[in-house]
């Protein structure tokens, strides 16, 4: 689900909650409905949390695992 790859991924790259609301330019409460699956990012939110994680969209969305059944 994308709230756990969120949440896992921002802790593997040592970046805090509220270093992420910072930088989505969004309030600590919103981030964290976006880890804990109340809320979901807009899409252009999507691309610039992927891109501060370093990270594709798909990973985030859990579509890595399809991709890679079906790249043949």
Do not use: W
């Not at 805090?16 to 409460?29: C, P, S, V, Y």
Request: net charge neutral; proline share 1%; charged share 30%.
């Amino acid at each position: 689900m994308f709230s756990q790859r969120l949440n896992q991924t921002r802790k593997e790259r040592g970046i805090t909650a509220q270093k992420m609301a910072d930088l989505l330019q969004t309030g600590i409460r919103n981030y964290r409905k976006y880890e804990s699956g109340d809320a979901k990012p807009t899409l252009d939110g999507l691309v610039q949390i992927a891109d501060i994680l370093d990270v594709s969209t798909d990973y985030l969305l859990c579509r890595d695992e399809f991709l890679a059944k079906h790249a043949d």
